[in-house]
């Protein structure tokens, strides 16, 4: 390592200088060099599970698979992105997820990408979850509530409210539903007069927010100007308590505000 | 009392030799978990009752395992001043046996080994048990050292096993115990017990093989004044019970050797990781700890040398990926047990971000061994790049099953037959499997292959942490792939796809192929698979899922191609592809079969022919079993 705390060595041709900790993943975007992933989002930290985004690496005599989003690069180590190994497994991966949940259009985009089909010697699944851990990473570092989490283990692996009730602690934000790759997670925003009966039997009167994955429904909050249900008030309530806003900060919906 | 110099240990040592060799009788009970599922706890109760009812000046004592699994329950008697004798397959009758020949002071009948002198590896001396002349009777006992199973062992970390009493740590000092400990922290610096340890070339014997000295050397180097031992007692191999009999037998050696460790990498706490179904090693740890803390040999300021190091005790949870150390490290972090890529290695950065060395039990127990011998004692024996003693755990079709020790370097073909007796029923031997769910099947031709990690890696499978299995010609070796591969299936924690879908969809192939729905596109695609699983995987347990399924595919080819293409499993274990079928010639119509059938598919009149209505059969085996006439054919 340089002395400034830079680190120089190479991701294909290229030879790239970058700060100390940065991810190989990281030092490929700011050369210009795609590698696909699935798992991983920037606001996040790596979790280096989908495995799509392996690359090859070799650091002296010693050559490794490893999940770029997860690997800080080491001065002088030669990284390789796209070799006929790394497209082969790539593919694999690609199959094998695509196998899992067919409907999924991110698994469709790869495969196309990629120029594969799903396996047909594998029964399709049709489970959208794959384990990427998105939501679960985004519940608990950008929200900060930790509503869900894994559950299960090995091929069962699902993303979850505890116990596979109703989750406690979510305040619907919604952001695991912005943020899961898939679209395995259902959630609806239903409005005045509407109604909607969840899988228990139990209905919800509108205007609220449902997510069926983590069996949760909240009463969304009305702007006092233009009476637009905005947001789950739950969500307001708790925003309020850890920023320490005023009781009415959020009286008023972001569009009516001067 | 605190022990606080060699001067204190002595006096242990005294106490500890006077249990060991009492003037009285000793009467030592094998207390390891396999005896007591055959039911050594009811002889030890019965011995003991019966000691005191006849008023017989004896000890009854507990012991660990001396290895002879297949002769359990196990009972030594020492009778002062004679060799010492095994008894074995104790139960009332021959404990009644036992006491009637204590109280009239006649040698019992039936031994099946005789030691005449205790070993004391660690000073390099033997105490003889035998004081002036002996009986005859005794003498005509064949001697341990000739008897086949123990003849070609050397045990280093099973030594104290089967002769101590595991709960007493006074016995563990009596033969050296903790004089290593208390040598160090006098006289050695932690890079002396580094450069030792890398002398010796010990490595890892959790299965990886790694440079031990190089880890703790790596360890030491790394920044920080925060370091951690982590003992890795999570065995998980299925047949593997190597760390299990250690840890129930002889637990201050794994402690002695982890402290050795926090000294020389600069650590302070350790801890060991064990898994939840050893009840009975939680149960002899938590005494061996609380003994060891007692007199001061854990703790603050051990051996007044300023070193310091205390050892809690981490359980595991039901996941055989917490064996894996990135996992084990969340674990004991209370986080979900899910592996992370290395680097960084734990050497470097471990247990909440501290470099930690993790190592086995066995790697740990060998560890005051080479530092009271020396290094180039140790390197002597086994082969040039595998040093030392390894334990492994004899099991399956194999006629002296137990647990050994043997230099590496031993040959397969003199573990199955010379130490394990060979294969039993006069069957012949098909496979040998090493390494547990990461390793290989190793085919017949090949017995003559030493036990080292390079070679047995080369072969296709790895050394792992010494689960032998022995297979004979019933033995399907795709039914064993899709055994192995539906244990890592359960046992995957999720996080990876190659992993969590990929090893799901090789069990789901090896499931139609051995029901009969296989094609020859299969094979390749399971093939594929398994290269691709084992190059993307994250972690170690993915990487080595497909070597049951390559190995077999390498070797035993013939028979995948069975089950696909004549829809036959050739060693008649594969049920949907097995018919039960009666030789009309060799029914003697006795009927038998009739009686065993649980879903009455046999037919037949009395003294007439019978047969089985192959709709209704569940191949259960039940009437082949049974048959006196052997008319049932598979």
Same mark, same amino acid.
């Given at each position: 390592?340089?002395?400034?705390?830079?680190?120089?060595?190479?991701?294909?041709?290229?030879?790239?200088?970058?700060?100390?900790?940065?991810?190989?993943?990281?030092?490929?975007?700011?050369?210009?060099?795609?590698?696909?992933?699935?798992?991983?989002?920037?606001?996040?930290?790596?979790?280096?599970?989908?495995?799509?985004? #392996? /690359?090859?690496?070799?650091?002296?005599?010693?050559? +490794?698979?490893?999940?770029?989003?997860?690997? =800080?690069? &080491?001065? *002088? @180590?030669?990284?390789?992105?796209?070799?006929?190994?790394?497209?082969?497994?790539?593919?694999? #991966? /690609?199959?094998?997820?695509?196998?899992?949940?067919? +409907?999924?259009?991110?698994?469709?985009?790869? =495969?196309? &990408?990629? *120029? @594969?089909?799903?396996?047909?010697?594998?029964?399709?699944?049709?489970?959208?979850?794959?384990?990427?851990?998105?939501?679960?990473?985004?519940?608990?570092?950008?929200?900060?509530?930790?509503?869900?989490?894994?559950?299960?283990? *090995?091929?069962?692996?699902?993303?979850?409210?505890?116990?596979?009730?109703?989750?406690?602690?979510?305040?619907?934000?919604?952001?695991?539903?912005?943020?899961?790759?898939?679209?395995?997670?259902?959630?609806?925003?239903?409005?005045? *007069?509407?109604?909607?009966?969840?899988?228990?039997?139990?209905?919800?009167?509108?205007?609220?927010?449902?997510?069926?994955?983590?069996?949760?429904?909240?009463?969304?909050?009305?702007?006092?100007?233009?009476?637009?249900?905005?947001?789950?008030?739950?969500?307001?309530?708790?925003?309020?308590?850890?920023?320490?806003?005023?009781?009415?900060?959020?009286?008023?919906?972001?569009?009516?505000?001067? | 009392?605190?022990?606080?110099?060699?001067?204190?240990?002595?006096?242990?040592?005294?106490?500890?030799?006077?249990?060991?060799?009492?003037?009285?009788?000793?009467?030592?009970?094998?207390?390891?978990?396999?005896?007591?599922?055959?039911?050594?706890?009811?002889?030890?109760?019965?011995?003991?009752?019966?000691?005191?009812?006849?008023?017989?000046?004896?000890?009854?004592?507990?012991?660990?395992?001396?290895?002879?699994?297949?002769?359990?329950?196990?009972?030594?008697?020492?009778?002062?001043?004679?060799?010492?004798?095994?008894?074995?397959?104790?139960?009332?009758?021959?404990?009644?046996?036992?006491?009637?020949?204590?109280?009239?002071?006649?040698?019992?009948?039936?031994?099946?080994?005789?030691?005449?002198?205790?070993?004391?590896?660690?000073?390099?001396?033997?105490?003889?048990?035998?004081?002036?002349?002996?009986?005859?009777?005794?003498?005509?006992?064949?001697?341990?050292?000739?008897?086949?199973?123990?003849?070609?062992?050397?045990?280093?970390?099973?030594?104290?096993?089967?002769?101590?009493?595991?709960?007493?740590?006074?016995?563990?000092?009596?033969?050296?115990?903790?004089?290593?400990?208390?040598?160090?922290?006098?006289?050695?610096?932690?890079?002396?017990?580094?450069?030792?340890?890398?002398?010796?070339?010990?490595?890892?014997?959790?299965?990886?093989?790694?440079?031990?000295?190089?880890?703790?050397?790596?360890?030491?180097?790394?920044?920080?004044?925060?370091?951690?031992?982590?003992?890795?007692?999570?065995?998980?191999?299925?047949?593997?019970?190597?760390?299990?009999?250690?840890?129930?037998?002889?637990?201050?050696?794994?402690?002695?050797?982890?402290?050795?460790?926090?000294?020389?990498?600069?650590?302070?706490?350790?801890?060991?990781?064990?898994?939840?179904?050893?009840?009975?090693?939680?149960?002899?740890?938590?005494?061996?700890?609380?003994?060891?803390?007692?007199?001061?040999?854990?703790?603050?300021?051990?051996?007044?040398?300023?070193?310091?190091?205390?050892?809690?005790?981490?359980?595991?949870?039901?996941?055989?990926?917490?064996?894996?150390?990135?996992?084990?490290?969340?674990?004991?972090?209370?986080?979900?047990?899910?592996?992370?890529?290395?680097?960084?290695?734990?050497?470097?950065?471990?247990?909440?971000?501290?470099?930690?060395?993790?190592?086995?039990?066995?790697?740990?127990?060998?560890?005051?061994?080479?530092?009271?011998?020396?290094?180039?004692?140790?390197?002597?024996?086994?082969?040039?790049?595998?040093?030392?003693?390894?334990?492994?755990?004899?099991?399956?079709?194999?006629?002296?099953?137990?647990?050994?020790?043997?230099?590496?370097?031993?040959?397969?073909?003199?573990?199955?037959?010379?130490?394990?007796?060979?294969?039993?029923?006069?069957?012949?031997?098909?496979?040998?499997?090493?390494?547990?769910?990461?390793?290989?099947?190793?085919?017949?031709?090949?017995?003559?292959?030493?036990?080292?990690?390079?070679?047995?890696?080369?072969?296709?499978?790895?050394?792992?942490?010494?689960?032998?299995?022995?297979?004979?010609?019933?033995?399907?070796?795709?039914?064993?792939?899709?055994?192995?591969?539906?244990?890592?299936?359960?046992?995957?924690?999720?996080?990876?796809?190659?992993?969590?879908?990929?090893?799901?969809?090789?069990?789901?192939?090896?499931?139609?192929?051995?029901?009969?729905?296989?094609?020859?596109?299969?094979?390749?695609?399971?093939?594929?698979?398994?290269?691709?699983?084992?190059?993307?995987?994250?972690?170690?347990?993915?990487?080595?899922?497909?070597?049951?399924?390559?190995?077999?595919?390498?070797?035993?080819?013939?028979?995948?191609?069975?089950?696909?293409?004549?829809?036959?499993?050739?060693?008649?274990?594969?049920?949907?592809?097995?018919?039960?079928?009666?030789?009309?010639?060799?029914?003697?119509?006795?009927?038998?079969?009739?009686?065993?059938?649980?879903?009455?598919?046999?037919?037949?009149?009395?003294?007439?022919?019978?047969?089985?209505?192959?709709?209704?059969?569940?191949?259960?085996?039940?009437?082949?079993?049974?048959?006196?006439?052997?008319?049932?054919?598979?």
């Amino acid at each position: 390592m340089e002395s400034n705390g830079m680190i120089s060595f190479k991701i294909d041709a290229i030879a790239v200088t970058v700060e100390q900790g940065t991810t190989i993943l990281e030092a490929a975007q700011q050369a210009g060099i795609s590698i696909p992933t699935l798992c991983h989002h920037e606001a996040l930290t790596p979790y280096g599970g989908c495995r799509l985004c #392996i /690359v090859e690496v070799a650091r002296g005599d010693n050559r +490794q698979i490893v999940s770029a989003c997860a690997y =800080a690069a &080491e001065e *002088g @180590i030669r990284v390789k992105t796209a070799t006929d190994r790394i497209i082969r497994l790539r593919r694999f #991966i /690609v199959g094998l997820l695509l196998a899992e949940a067919p +409907q999924a259009k991110v698994l469709q985009e790869l =495969a196309e &990408e990629l *120029g @594969i089909r799903a396996p047909a010697r594998f029964k399709p699944r049709n489970e959208l979850c794959i384990a990427c851990g998105r939501c679960i990473r985004a519940c608990r570092e950008i929200v900060g509530v930790s509503a869900i989490d894994f559950a299960k283990r *090995g091929y069962e692996k699902q993303a979850a409210a505890p116990y596979f009730e109703r989750s406690e602690d979510c305040i619907g934000c919604g952001t695991c539903y912005a943020i899961c790759p898939t679209g395995a997670i259902t959630l609806r925003d239903i409005a005045e *007069g509407e109604r909607f009966t969840q899988p228990d039997g139990s209905v919800v009167d509108g205007p609220a927010r449902i997510i069926d994955n983590w069996k949760v429904n909240f009463e969304m909050k009305r702007c006092k100007e233009c009476g637009e249900a905005f947001a789950p008030a739950f969500q307001l309530e708790y925003i309020k308590k850890k920023a320490q806003l005023a009781d009415d900060f959020f009286d008023v919906c972001v569009n009516c505000r001067p | 009392m605190k022990v606080s110099s060699v001067r204190d240990l002595e006096k242990l040592k005294a106490k500890g030799m006077a249990t060991l060799c009492p003037d009285k009788i000793k009467i030592m009970v094998g207390m390891a978990t396999c005896g007591q599922s055959m039911g050594a706890g009811a002889v030890f109760d019965a011995i003991a009752a019966g000691v005191k009812k006849n008023k017989i000046n004896a000890v009854v004592k507990k012991t660990g395992c001396i290895g002879l699994c297949h002769e359990e329950p196990l009972v030594d008697v020492l009778l002062p001043g004679s060799p010492r004798l095994t008894y074995s397959r104790m139960n009332q009758e021959k404990v009644a046996a036992l006491l009637e020949g204590l109280r009239n002071g006649a040698v019992i009948k039936g031994a099946l080994g005789r030691m005449d002198e205790d070993e004391f590896l660690l000073g390099d001396t033997a105490r003889p048990y035998k004081k002036g002349k002996v009986k005859k009777e005794i003498l005509s006992v064949p001697a341990y050292k000739d008897l086949s199973f123990y003849k070609k062992q050397k045990k280093i970390a099973l030594r104290n096993c089967g002769t101590i009493d595991p709960e007493d740590i006074c016995e563990y000092i009596a033969k050296g115990g903790y004089f290593s400990l208390a040598s160090i922290l006098a006289k050695k610096s932690p890079e002396d017990v580094i450069a030792e340890v890398e002398r010796s070339g010990l490595r890892g014997r959790g299965g990886a093989g790694f440079l031990t000295g190089r880890k703790w050397r790596i360890c030491r180097e790394a920044e920080g004044d925060e370091k951690y031992i982590i003992c890795n007692a999570d065995e998980g191999d299925p047949g593997a019970y190597m760390d299990r009999s250690l840890l129930e037998g002889d637990p201050h050696t794994v402690i002695e050797g982890m402290i050795i460790a926090g000294f020389a990498i600069g650590a302070q706490q350790g801890f060991m990781y064990v898994r939840a179904e050893y009840p009975l090693v939680l149960e002899r740890l938590k005494k061996a700890l609380k003994q060891a803390e007692g007199y001061g040999l854990l703790g603050k300021n051990i051996f007044n040398s300023g070193f310091s190091f205390t050892i809690t005790i981490s359980r595991g949870a039901g996941a055989f990926v917490c064996g894996e150390e990135t996992a084990l490290i969340k674990s004991i972090e209370g986080e979900w047990g899910e592996p992370r890529q290395r680097p960084p290695f734990p050497a470097q950065s471990g247990l909440w971000g501290k470099p930690t060395v993790i190592n086995n039990v066995e790697t740990f127990a060998n560890v005051a061994p080479i530092m009271v011998r020396g290094a180039s004692w140790f390197s002597s024996l086994g082969t040039k790049q595998s040093k030392g003693t390894k334990v492994f755990s004899l099991v399956g079709k194999v006629n002296r099953i137990g647990l050994v020790e043997v230099p590496m370097g031993t040959k397969l073909k003199q573990l199955i037959y010379d130490i394990g007796g060979g294969i039993p029923n006069g069957r012949a031997l098909k496979a040998v499997q090493t390494g547990g769910p990461s390793g290989g099947c190793i085919p017949k031709e090949l017995i003559n292959l030493p036990v080292d990690y390079e070679v047995l890696a080369e072969a296709g499978s790895i050394m792992g942490s010494g689960g032998l299995i022995v297979m004979d010609d019933r033995t399907c070796m795709v039914d064993v792939a899709k055994y192995f591969v539906s244990f890592l299936a359960d046992e995957s924690c999720g996080k990876c796809t190659p992993c969590r879908v990929g090893i799901k969809r090789m069990k789901d192939l090896l499931e139609d192929i051995t029901e009969g729905r296989g094609s020859r596109e299969d094979l390749v695609l399971l093939e594929n698979m398994a290269d691709a699983i084992k190059e993307s995987a994250l972690c170690g347990l993915g990487k080595t899922a497909p070597n049951p399924v390559l190995s077999t595919l390498v070797y035993f080819k013939d028979e995948y191609l069975a089950h696909i293409k004549d829809k036959r499993c050739p060693a008649g274990v594969c049920k949907a592809l097995i018919t039960y079928t009666i030789d009309r010639k060799m029914c003697t119509g006795c009927g038998a079969c009739v009686k065993v059938c649980p879903v009455s598919a046999i037919e037949g009149e009395k003294k007439q022919p019978h047969m089985i209505v192959a709709e209704k059969c569940i191949k259960c085996g039940a009437c082949f079993e049974i048959c006196p006439a052997e008319a049932v054919v598979k």
